[in-house]
């Protein structure tokens, strides 16, 4: 079964640095792979995904993510932070019929 | 433009009561699925249906039924109520069952079983 790590589980950035969120895939072929953000109290809603093609995937709010095949990594990143980006943020593949398997979040506290 | 919509939002529940958790949602998708939220866990797959008279198991269905009567609604019941099921519950549809399809989700159902 396909798998995914998020060996971070708490990461605390300033507002302004930038930020790299870990995401470690376990598939013999390329995956699909989707990020996601959950703001306290909400459900969550998708950042980015990659299927094919461009390694360097852009999403929404400013994120980015690349797809490393030589270190099964798929991470998040963006160059400057915001306090509104304080959140979890999960790493998902499918595996048959669109079943999900999520990590297990990395939360991201940001300073002022 | 409501999306996923869950009911309740929230909900106490005492060991050995039923309830059913709701979900609906208004994007004709045929996909659609249950995930409870447990800390340091991430998101479990409960169940998932492909269509409307299809439904499937995931990764923890015990103590969890569900149906797909329409294409709009996926109601989990929970049939005797244990604490080992206080968690967040999230309904998520996607357009189909394909692997390159994002999922919509709602904004969850917080339950606690007493």
């Known amino acids: 079964a396909q798998s995914v790590t998020q060996p971070d589980i708490h990461i605390t950035v300033s507002e302004g640095a930038s930020l790299e969120l870990r995401c470690n895939y376990s598939y013999g072929a390329t995956p699909y792979l989707f990020w996601y953000v959950q703001s306290p109290g909400q459900g969550l809603q998708l950042l980015l995904k990659y299927f094919s093609g461009d390694t360097l995937v852009q999403g929404i709010k400013g994120f980015e993510a690349e797809f490393k095949r030589s270190q099964s990594s798929f991470n998040l990143r963006k160059p400057s932070v915001h306090w509104s980006d304080a959140a979890e943020y999960f790493c998902?593949?499918?595996?048959?019929?669109?079943?999900?398997?999520f990590g297990t979040g990395t939360r991201l506290q940001v300073t002022l | 433009n409501a999306g996923v919509t869950q009911t309740p939002k929230f909900q106490v529940l005492k060991t050995g009561q039923s309830m059913t958790l709701q979900c609906a949602q208004d994007m004709n998708h045929e996909y659609m699925s249950w995930y409870r939220q447990d800390p340091g866990m991430g998101l479990r797959l409960i169940h998932y249906?492909?269509?409307?008279?299809?439904?499937d198991q995931g990764e923890v269905p015990n103590g969890y039924n569900v149906s797909r009567s329409t294409t709009e609604d996926f109601p989990l019941r929970l049939l005797s109520a244990a604490p080992s099921q206080t968690s967040v519950y999230f309904c998520?549809?996607?357009?189909?069952?394909?692997?390159?399809?994002?999922?919509?989700f709602g904004d969850g159902t917080r339950l606690s079983i007493l």
């Open positions: 249906s492909v269509g409307a008279g299809i439904t």
């Open positions: 998520a549809s996607s357009y189909s069952a394909g692997n390159n399809q994002p999922q919509h």
């Open positions: 998902a593949v499918p595996d048959t019929a669109s079943k999900l398997t």
